[in-house]
């Protein structure tokens, strides 16, 4: 099972924030349902919607002052042992319910660790789509904890997860 950060501190606007973040999270409910997802956690900036967002999905809230202590506190707060760290507004395409639950059951694949990359949009990301931006990373909470990254594209770098997954996330923002 995984539990799921869901990485809201690189949003524009208030308003836009929080429609991608209901929109990320909405896209997760299928995985709960599977059984995959044990739990969600909601990681972002003070000062926003976040409390609210959080209250009504009925997911663990990770908030910060400083955003370099975001994802440090919320793999902190994480339950499970397998940990999908995904960014806000970024939703997984169909099929990413069991293309990871296929990864988790092969033996030691969390821990090598996996990458879900976005949809190809550019010219370059559809010729090249291993170009394409991060969207999110599955590997062990040890293992993530380790690496003392502050952002999703650090701790996509310092993981350097031996799998990229064939599903893509889709903007949702």
Known sequence: MLSAIVLATDAKTPLAASDAIVRTLSALVPAAIEGLLRDVTLAGLMGGELPHIAD????MLIESEDARSVL???L???RGPNIL???????PEA???EEI???LAGRGAA???????DRPETFLSRTFPGLA???GVISTREALMKLGATTLASLARRASPSVTLRVRARRVD
Do not use: S
Not at 56 to 59: E, I, K, P, V
Not at 111 to 117: Q, S, V
């Open 56 to 59: 009504h999905a009925g997911c």
């Open 133 to 135: 931006p991060v969207a």
């Open 101 to 103: 639950a296929d990864l």
């Open 76 to 78: 902190a707060a994480a």
């Open 95 to 97: 099929g990413y319910i």
């Open 72 to 74: 440090r506190e919320a």
């Open 111 to 117: 821990e090598r660790g996996a990458l879900l990359r």
């Open 85 to 91: 760290v995904i960014r806000a507004g970024r939703a």
